[in-house]
Every structure is written in structure tokens, then in C-alpha cells.
């Protein structure tokens, strides 16, 4: 699998973008942590808001100051190993 996922944030609140980039490594991890979890045809026929959701949970579970409003998947791409 092959996923970009942003998000939308304001630039200027300075406290929220440091904390964003110190997060970069848990977000991504949280990201691997979840599609790894599914089976192989749940990948397949993914319910990307179901996903979006989850994971925007998770990854605003982990922030202290401020909240992710919206997650947006982009270059989603599923690859058969097989």
C-alpha cells in the first residue's frame, strides 16, 4: 500500500505547527499500525471514510494543542504482492 495522508491546519498558530511536525513519527506510525491491522480484503475494498475516521481519532488522541479537523488520503494506491 501505498498512502499520503494531510490534513488541513492554520500555519500561524506556531505552538500547534511545532507540535504537528514533532508528531510527524506517531502520525505515520499510527498510520502503519492501522492498515497493517486490517486482512488483505479490507484493503481491498477499503471504506476510506471509515479509515479517515479512525484514524483522525487516533491521531488527535495524541495532541495536546489543537485538533485535526479533517484527514484527506491521496495517492492511495493498493499493491497484490502475489
Known sequence: MVLTVTFP???????????????????????IDYFSSLPADKLINIDEEAAK???LNKYNA?????????????????????
Open 9 to 31: 491546519y492554520l500555519n500561524t498558530d506556531f505552538a500547534f505547527t511545532e507540535e504537528l511536525a514533532a508528531r510527524t513519527g506517531d502520525f505515520r506510525q499510527i498510520t
Open 53 to 55: 475516521y479512525d484514524i
Open 62 to 82: 495524541v495532541l495536546r494543542l489543537g485538533r485535526i479537523e479533517a484527514l484527506y488520503f491521496s495517492h492511495l494506491l493498493i499493491i497484490d504482492a502475489h
